[in-house]
């Protein structure tokens, strides 16, 4: 298909995608006012159908592989774009994220977030960070999920090189849970800028767990290895040289 054609699809795609945002936003809220279940069944909600539109609108196919985690564990993706985590939290039963303070203030996003028990964290203070990072992972344990972290800690577009931080291995130390490392090749079709959404088929895969219980850097270097392996396979297969 000629890329304006394409380039006017994912526009569309992407009006409505944030339209669609304040709609389930307002549909669940007396709900999810109520009980976590119900913010919990509006992002799953929301998670359907950015998956079912994208297929729809611009031709863009996504596949979830791999086995999916259900139990409490620590959840170590590639983060690519805002595809990967429709199609991870989509996928989990029960998923919080480690993420940026600053979109606890986002419109609809925010609330949510913290409803269903998502931990935010100033990546500016660092050691600081770190620090209330693990009070508030500690004081959230008594609600039941996954916890996601991005280990690179922000988006990493496929081919670039970015170093993998130590707070995802504080975690890992801290919880004494299997972390589960996730590929992905999102970035190749929903590019972390820009408008266009390109056609083909994204992919994130949910990798065998790393048992509790290594060292800091063994585990750092493991979770690397897997994680980086597995992109670079799925970038390869998706046509990335």
């Known amino acids: 298909m000629m890329k304006p054609v394409q380039w006017l699809l994912s526009l569309i795609f992407i009006v409505q995608m944030y339209v669609a945002m304040a709609v389930v936003a307002v549909v669940y809220f007396p709900y999810?006012?109520?009980?976590?279940?119900?913010?919990?069944?509006?992002?799953?909600?929301y998670c359907r159908w950015v998956r079912l539109t994208l297929r729809l609108i611009c031709g863009l196919q996504t596949e979830v592989r791999g086995s999916v985690p259900t139990g409490e564990v620590l959840i170590a993706p590639?983060?690519?774009?805002?595809?990967?985590i429709i199609l991870i939290y989509g996928a989990v039963p029960r998923g919080k994220f480690v993420m940026k303070a600053i979109l606890g203030w986002a419109p609809f996003l925010g609330w949510y977030a913290k409803r269903i028990g998502c931990i935010f964290v100033d990546?500016?203070?660092?050691?600081?960070?770190?620090?209330?990072?693990?009070?508030?992972?500690k004081s959230g344990q008594s609600l039941p999920g996954q916890l996601i972290i991005y280990p690179q800690g922000t988006r990493v577009a496929p081919g670039e090189k970015r170093p993998y931080k130590i707070g995802t291995a504080v975690l890992y130390a801290q919880l004494q849970q299997p972390c589960i490392p996730v590929g992905a090749n999102v970035g190749l079709f929903?590019?972390?800028?820009?408008?266009?959404?390109?056609?083909?088929?994204?992919?994130?895969?949910?990798?065998?767990?790393?048992?509790?219980?290594?060292?800091?850097?063994a585990f750092m270097a493991e979770l690397e290895s897997r994680v980086e392996t597995s992109s670079n396979a799925l970038q390869a297969a998706a046509g990335l040289k």
């Open 123 to 137: 990546r500016g203070k660092r050691g600081a960070a770190i620090t209330k990072m693990l009070a508030d992972v």
């Open 190 to 217: 929903w590019p972390k800028r820009g408008i266009l959404r390109h056609r083909g088929t994204a992919v994130v895969e949910f990798l065998a767990p790393i048992p509790p219980g290594l060292s800091n850097e």
């Open 32 to 45: 999810a006012v109520l009980h976590r279940d119900g913010a919990v069944a509006a992002c799953h909600a």
């Open 78 to 84: 590639k983060h690519q774009s805002f595809l990967d």
